[in-house]
């Protein structure tokens, strides 16, 4: 299985000598998001909320590069500088999953990439492309075969 560098200039580049995301098969690797606006290289201005916000603004767009989205994440981790920020990450989290919320970890860490007060990271399956999901087709060739069967 080969992996896939995936990158966007939609999502802030990376501070260090890593990737955006990985893709292997048909799951993304995200690195950590921090809310580095992607416009203007610095982390956005605000609370923990704020920095929520464009955590997960940042997280979808390396999804989306991807050919993926939030929808499909299976697993987020999530790094707090202070767990008190717990609740306030948490709503605006919960705001961007509909049903089918992701597995989930959370820690409270010494420090995080330029101060930043949260980092999130995610796994993420990628929808088969729509020509494997076709069963119609598939059905319509069955039949055709076994009308055909038994005849030589």
């Known amino acids: 299985m080969n992996k896939e560098i995936i990158s966007t ?31 203007t290289s610095q982390i956005v201005d605000g609370d923990v909320a704020a920095q929520a916000e464009q955590v997960m603004q940042n997280l979808q767009a390396v999804l989306e590069a991807a050919g993926t989205s939030l929808e499909n994440v299976v697993k987020t981790t999530i ?9 306030a990450v948490n709503e605006v989290y919960g705001a961007y999953f509909g049903k089918g919320k992701p597995a989930r970890s959370t820690v409270a860490v010494s420090a995080l990439p330029l101060k930043a007060l949260l980092e999130i990271e995610a796994v993420a399956l990628v929808p088969e492309p729509a020509a494997t999901q076709a069963p119609a087709k598939g059905k319509k060739g069955a039949k055709k075969k076994a009308k055909g069967k038994g005849k030589k």
């Open 9 to 39: 200039s939609n999502a802030p580049q990376a501070i260090g000598p890593y990737s955006q995301a990985v893709k292997v098969g048909r799951f993304v690797h995200t690195a950590g998001q921090i809310a580095i606006n992607p416009e």
């Open 79 to 87: 790094f707090l500088r202070y767990m008190k920020d717990f609740m």
